[in-house]
């Protein structure tokens, strides 16, 4: 035993050798190599006259358009689409090339792109503690850097960035003004009509804009049958550019340009595929979801539970016209405004809950009962009156909403996700309010 | 037995040595090229107008440096959302920070004092650090050296667009000078305790972890300056300091006034309560003077002094 450890220490020293080549595969050492490296992607980024087009994808959502110059001394000059100021005013910070686990690209002092990272939630409107989930370290891929397009991966959030080399005209449009022009279309939420429409190349469409998330929706009727059409959005030097384009038979459209906007008429034009167009308003669908009312009664009924709604009633341009939001039962707060139907088998209710701090739960205090509803052929619903429930105040918020979900015209359901509608007044759709 | 397991001892032992002769005599002839590691010795940059401010106003007098251009790995939890400094809110925080504490200390205690006790490292957030519970983080500290300051774009004083002196002043206040204040009370007692009287005043009404559920005014009928004083005896005197320097001397006398009648929940009547926090405001005098040499109203008056021109 004594003997058999010895063999095993001197075996372990005939292993050892003195020859100390260093031959690797490479003629280089990894930390040349990647001084090299770092040195090239900055020189690329640097030598490029007009500077980079970019477009963040968020790991939040949305698609934002960006305008990067970057110089030898650590410093860019970048634009942004995310508000008037940033995509009309030029910023200037700092970047650097920096080997972390691979060759990382690090936006190093506050800029134009850290609105979107920024954790404070009046910055971007995303959740405090996280904005929109997106990011300004990136790691850089050697096969994804190719001398017109560098595809970067964000290092927390993992979002993309695609910088695409500008050509003058397309820097021009940064400094002269025209791209912060293209930001005209926000003003498409001004317009107090639920349903807006544009006609392009005589195929009218129904535009649906959601501006937080960056989605532009567009709906047509082949026949009578309804085709919708989804995809994100970012304001560049083309304008307002899909990330995917639509193709409508012999129609392509890639995006929209040529803003204008008259404040005091509430008249946004642009062009698309070639055409020139106004945004006009109705107030229907252009193809009317038929189901959709009763899809969205029965949901409650099957599931359990009740749509909810936080904000009540919008009504020509004004959020919780109703001021739902401002009512009190004693000390207790407004919570929601519910709509639960089939409640009983005469009527449902639609009321507001308040929240009772100290018990922690939450309390109906009074509210409104409608009858059945009514579900026209044509997709609408109307809410018959039936009754209420306690003691309404009258006049007051809740004796408001009642009125006008009592209105006789009666409701679109639009479904804008799996389990969200909006419910649109069939009288201007002038007034609407959001079920979850 | 204990001879034979001497022998063997002795034998591995002579193998042992025959082993690392043989491993030693492969001489290394040289170790690569190690002046070519990237990133060695520090991230390097153009310098530009803040690097110079810094190097000027903190670290050629005090070798204080200060990192404002982002790099994740100086923050503790890398799963935060941070995000780093605009540029135009450096020099406006760091230059607030050099008046209000640098200076009245330096004044005060000489350069020697200051630079062999100050913390040497500052990195800048630009925003806050949130946590899952609903607290916000403003700053931490780690060994002595390095000092961790968020929320820098928020930062507002006198002169700079936006600024709200109603919001802003006890912002800057509370946030970045109390916390520079608090950390440097820290290194101050971690090298020379402060005297032992100080923790029989309120002994019995220590919160520990609890501290998070008091608001300052409940802590202050107990004999506390904050809430967050509660939480031990370090912390308690950390705490004096840095609202006796922030607040100056007619502000603490108000936080004293302003106990209310009556006796709190645990017993402590309005005089004990007033009485407790006039003791620790005498040992912390005292323990300035005689340990530091430094007279404390005075230090007060500087530090308030200064700040009453930031707002």
Redesign the interface.
Same mark, same amino acid.
């Given at each position: 035993m004594k003997n058999s450890i010895l063999y095993v220490l001197f075996l372990t020293a005939a292993f050892f050798s003195c020859e100390n080549s260093d031959d690797t595969v490479f003629e280089e050492t990894a930390d040349v190599r990647l001084n090299a490296a770092l040195a090239s992607y900055e020189k690329q980024l640097v030598e490029a006259p007009s500077g980079w087009n970019a477009v963040i994808y968020p790991a939040g959502g949305g698609s934002y358009g960006f305008h990067f110059k970057f110089n030898n001394q650590n410093r860019v000059v970048m634009y942004s689409d995310f508000a008037d100021a940033s995509a009309a005013t030029a910023k200037e910070s700092s970047y650097r090339l920096k080997a972390l686990q691979t060759p990382s690209l690090i936006f190093d002092t506050y800029s134009y792109l850290h609105v979107l990272s920024d954790p404070e939630s009046d910055v971007n409107g995303g959740d405090l503690g996280e904005g929109l989930k997106s990011d300004f370290e990136f790691s850089i891929f050697p096969d994804s850097v190719k001398t017109d397009v560098i595809t970067l991966v964000g290092r927390k959030n993992k979002s993309r960035l695609v910088l695409t080399r500008a050509n003058e005209a397309q820097a021009t449009a940064y400094t002269n003004g025209s791209v912060a022009k293209s930001l005209l279309f926000n003003n498409i939420a001004k317009y107090q009509t639920y349903f807006k429409r544009i006609t392009l190349g005589g195929v009218t469409y129904e535009i649906t804009v959601n501006q937080q998330d960056r989605v532009i929706k567009l709906t047509w009727l082949s026949g009578t049958t309804g085709n919708t059409f989804t995809t994100e959005y970012y304001f560049g030097p083309a304008g307002l550019t899909f990330v995917k384009p639509l193709v409508n038979g012999s129609q392509t459209i890639t995006g929209f340009t040529n803003f204008t906007w008259n404040a005091n008429t509430v008249q946004l034009g642009f062009s698309g595929a070639g055409a020139n167009t106004v945004v006009t308003t109705a107030i229907k669908p252009l193809a009317v979801d038929l189901a959709a009312s009763r899809r969205w009664w029965q949901k409650p009924v099957d599931s359990g539970g009740e749509w909810r709604s936080e904000f009540g009633f919008h009504v020509n341009g004004v959020d919780d016209a109703f001021k739902v939001k401002d009512l009190v039962s004693g000390k207790d707060e407004f919570a929601f405004y519910i709509y639960q139907p089939a409640v009983d088998p005469d009527y449902d209710v639609f009321a507001p809950v308040f929240y009772i701090e100290e018990e922690e739960k939450l309390d109906l205090v009074y509210g409104h009962a409608p009858g059945r509803p009514t579900f026209v052929a044509d997709g609408r619903v109307i809410f018959p009156e039936w009754g209420s429930l306690g003691t309404v105040p009258k006049p007051g918020p809740a004796a408001s909403s009642a009125a006008l979900l009592f209105d006789p015209s009666g409701f679109y359901l639009i479904q804008t996700s799996e389990d969200t509608y909006d419910m649109v007044s069939a009288k201007d759709a002038k007034a609407w309010i959001t079920w979850e | 037995m204990t001879m034979i397991l001497l022998?063997?001892i002795s034998?591995?032992f002579f193998?042992?040595l025959? %082993?690392t002769a043989? %491993?030693t005599?492969?001489k &290394? &002839?040289e170790i690569?090229?190690v002046d070519?590691?990237?990133?060695l010795g520090g991230?390097t940059?153009?310098p530009?107008p803040i690097d110079k401010w810094i190097m000027d106003s903190l670290t050629i007098p005090y070798n204080i440096s200060a990192k404002?251009?982002?790099?994740?790995f100086e923050f503790g939890n890398i799963t935060?959302?941070?995000? +780093? +400094?605009? &540029?135009a809110?450096v020099v406006p925080l760091l230059s607030t920070i050099k008046k209000a504490w640098t200076l009245p200390y330096v004044q005060e205690a000489g350069e020697v004092f200051y630079n062999k006790y100050s913390p040497k490292f500052f990195v800048l957030s630009?925003?806050? &650090?949130?946590n899952a519970e609903g607290s916000v983080t403003l700053g931490t500290a780690e060994g002595g050296r390095k000092v961790i300051l968020y929320g820098t774009?928020?930062f507002k004083i006198k002169g700079m667009a936006g600024y709200n002196p109603a919001e802003d002043s006890s912002f800057v206040k509370d946030w970045f000078l109390h916390t520079i204040h608090h950390e440097f009370g820290h290194i101050l007692h971690q090298t020379v305790l402060y005297p032992v009287e100080y923790k029989n005043i309120t002994k019995s009404l220590y919160q520990g972890g609890n501290w998070i559920n008091w608001s300052d005014e409940d802590a202050r009928r107990d004999g506390f300056v904050t809430a967050y004083s509660s939480l031990n005896f370090d912390e308690d005197f950390v705490e004096m300091i840095a609202m006796m320097l922030t607040e100056g001397k007619a502000g603490f006398d108000k936080i004293v006034n302003s106990i209310p009648e009556g006796t709190s929940p645990r017993g402590v009547t309005k005089a004990q309560a007033q009485a407790s926090l006039r003791q620790k405001e005498a040992i912390v005098v005292a323990y300035y003077k005689n340990t530091w040499k430094i007279d404390f109203y005075s230090l007060q008056k500087r530090v308030r002094g200064s700040m009453n021109k930031l707002f």
């Open positions: - | 022998r063997t034998k591995l193998a042992a025959i %082993l043989t %491993l005599s492969c &290394e &002839e690569g090229e070519d590691i990237s990133g991230d940059w153009v530009g404002y251009k982002w790099d994740q935060k959302t941070l995000v +780093p +400094p605009d &540029e809110q630009g925003s806050n &650090e949130y774009n928020l």
